[in-house]
């Protein structure tokens, strides 16, 4: 399942809840949301708990602390965060009227796309919100003199997106379990011994996560290059390597480059990505 599906998993299921469920801050009910009950940190964490097995946290001062979660890099104006920079499942933290929690935070909703998001905050839920409008009434809601308002803090992503491999070890695994390089350590000493080695596997190893990810692959028949300037040309027209002339040079000076290169376009363009 690639990280958007999951995304997508996420926002259905907990939709299905929807003015469903009473709130309570019961200790013994918040968290049981398919019975019927629940509250804004308590459904948020179910559902990840559940579906992904993220504990991300029992509270909100839990949640916007726990290093699972990652802040997203976007703008918040007057209140309202930067939605192109958003994704479903998101997280959006919110102060409260506690001067002692963390940052003050006191609520929590989930953005579910398309300008919306879902929560429980009281009565029967959860709800789904217009987010700026929700987000402008919170900004606009008085707090205590240090926190100033019940504004938006954060947005927090804890199903996060690829990362790209820096470990030799873990991208050299990542080539043997494709079948892309057969002797690990053989790679494992070139990549440490030669920097342009090492760069190659790492963006070549991304660029296929990424594409895989995406569920962009799909098996097709292709006849394998034999020329080294063909499949150098691949990578750098699929945006792999920049310098064409180095690794034609490389390519035809070491029996062991020529082969790997070889193979990774090989490989890449039977899975036509």
Known sequence: MTTNEKRELLVNKALTRQKKNQYSQDVNKRTLIEMGYGDCSGTVWYWYYKLFNINIGANTEAQIKSKLGKRVDLKITNG??????MRKGDLLYFRGTNNARTEGVGHVEMYIGDGKIFGHGSGLGGTVKDMKLYCQQRQAQRSTTKLKNKGLICVIRFLNDLEELTEINDIVWELSSRKIITDSDLWLKLASDDKDIYWLIRKSVHYIREKEEKGCCKSVKVKELEKNSDNVWELQHRGIIENEQLWNEKGNDN????????????????KDI
């Open 80 to 85: 309202v965060p930067e939605e192109s920079k």
């Open 255 to 270: 029996v062991n480059v020529y082969w790997l290169i070889r193979k990774l376009v090989s490989f890449i363009r039977t």
